[in-house]
């Protein structure tokens, strides 16, 4: 475990550490598990797409306001501003300089949404009730929809063959035309610059996960996944952080795939460090772990896109992605975990039309 040594506010907290295995999490949550892994249908040209149930920038700053007003815990920042000029959050949850940091990266790519709906929920209920005693022993940062542009479809470029329906278009590439999870290294757009300069830079960051989705037919065992994850494969990694990498990877899996709709495999990825997953974990020796859901919010390619009966499970898995890692971080049985289980995880197969989506 890493000291924090960057400045920041500092909380006294009251000591106390838990884990919550995740059916006691989903009772916790008063969220019942779906029938069937990877349950919810493709769009398939039938299924609704609707982006008005999601939130939109605005509701998303106000909700956080909220939030920050609301916990003694939570500190809000503003890191920078989209190429468009909407506000970059972080939200901060800074209890104590020795203590271990995770961060949560949503929604690089703007029609990748459902992850950024989750972890508001996780916000939500971080400083209070059944999250609160736990922030004594962890520090957490999560920055949300890094991509406003993007989702909320105010880009230089035309979405008229876009699937969705609703107030606006999400679309994968900022408003510059810009697939930001590939800036990493040049760091050339607004967002990828707040990002480094005011978070990555700014704070000593144990671990990391990146949340995206993926398409919507990716198997493992002849399966439909709910999602998979992956390490940082790049050459410029050290060991020690990979290996941190692995077992984040552990704690997810072994909260996740038990469910009755968690289902994961092995990302099939690269090794450019322009990637978040690899290029952070190489600068900053942050031991980073890319969470792929299933399906898309929008997208011009029908097999990308899941109807929105899909969004209660994926909302489901990413509360659950979150809760457990953080008390995993707090209580530090992250840093026993088990990654023998990598060794055994198939790598999901991409069926015919579908690209992986990183």
């Known amino acids: 475990?890493?000291?924090?040594?960057?400045?920041?506010?500092?909380?006294?907290?009251?000591?106390?550490?838990?884990?919550?295995?995740?059916?006691a999490l989903l009772i916790g949550l008063?969220?019942?598990?779906?029938?069937?892994?990877?349950?919810g249908p493709n769009h398939n040209?039938?299924?609704t797409v609707n982006t008005s149930i999601l939130h939109t920038h605005e509701s998303m700053a106000a909700e956080l306001r909220k939030q920050a007003a609301k916990q003694a815990a939570m500190e809000l920042d503003v890191i920078g501003h989209s190429a468009k000029g909407r506000e970059l959050f972080l939200a901060k949850y800074l209890s104590d300089p020795a203590n271990p940091t995770i961060m949560f990266l949503t929604q690089q790519?703007?029609?990748?949404?459902?992850?950024?709906?989750?972890?508001?929920?996780?916000?939500?209920?971080?400083?209070?009730?059944?999250?609160?005693?736990?922030?004594e022993d962890v520090n957490i940062l999560v920055v949300p929809m890094l991509n406003p542009d993007g989702a909320m479809g105010d880009v230089d470029f035309p979405l008229d063959d876009y699937i969705a329906s609703g107030d606006r278009h999400l679309t994968?590439?900022?408003?510059?035309n810009v697939d930001i999870n590939r800036d990493h290294v040049a760091k050339t757009q607004p967002e990828i610059q707040a990002l480094h300069n005011n978070v990555l830079s700014a704070y000593d960051i144990d671990y990391m996960i990146d949340l995206h989705h993926q398409g919507t037919r990716s198997a493992v065992d002849g399966k439909l996944v709910s999602g998979s994850i992956f390490y940082p494969t790049t050459e410029d990694v050290s060991e020690?952080?990979?290996?941190?990498?692995?077992?984040?990877?552990?704690?997810?899996?072994?909260?996740?795939?038990?469910?009755?709709?968690?289902?994961?495999?092995k990302y099939v990825g690269g090794t450019a460090n322009t990637i978040a997953r690899n290029g952070i974990a190489a600068?900053?020796?942050?031991?980073?772990?890319?969470?792929?859901?299933?399906?898309?919010?929008?997208?011009?390619?029908?097999?990308?896109?899941?109807?929105?009966?899909?969004?209660?499970?994926?909302?489901q898995q990413t509360i659950l992605t979150l809760e457990s890692t953080?008390?995993?971080?707090?209580?530090g049985s992250v840093e026993t975990m088990d990654t023998s289980f990598w060794d055994s995880l198939p790598e999901q197969a991409s069926l015919p039309g579908e690209e992986n989506d990183e």
């Open 1 to 23: 475990m890493k000291n924090l040594s960057k400045q920041f506010p500092t909380r006294v907290l009251k000591k106390s550490s838990c884990i919550i295995a995740g059916s």
């Open 30 to 39: 008063g969220l019942a598990p779906a029938n069937a892994v990877g349950e």
């Open 45 to 47: 040209g039938n299924e």
């Open 109 to 135: 790519h703007g029609n990748e949404q459902l992850t950024t709906e989750g972890a508001l929920e996780v916000i939500k209920h971080l400083g209070t009730g059944r999250m609160a005693k736990v922030l």
């Open 172 to 176: 994968r590439y900022n408003a510059n």
């Open 240 to 265: 020690e952080v990979r290996e941190g990498s692995k077992r984040l990877g552990a704690v997810v899996y072994q909260n996740v795939d038990p469910t009755g709709w968690g289902h994961l495999g």
């Open 283 to 315: 600068e900053y020796g942050i031991s980073t772990l890319l969470f792929e859901m299933r399906g898309m919010s929008d997208h011009y390619r029908s097999d990308y896109v899941l109807g929105q009966k899909s969004n209660g499970y994926l909302r």
């Open 326 to 331: 953080i008390k995993a971080v707090a209580d």
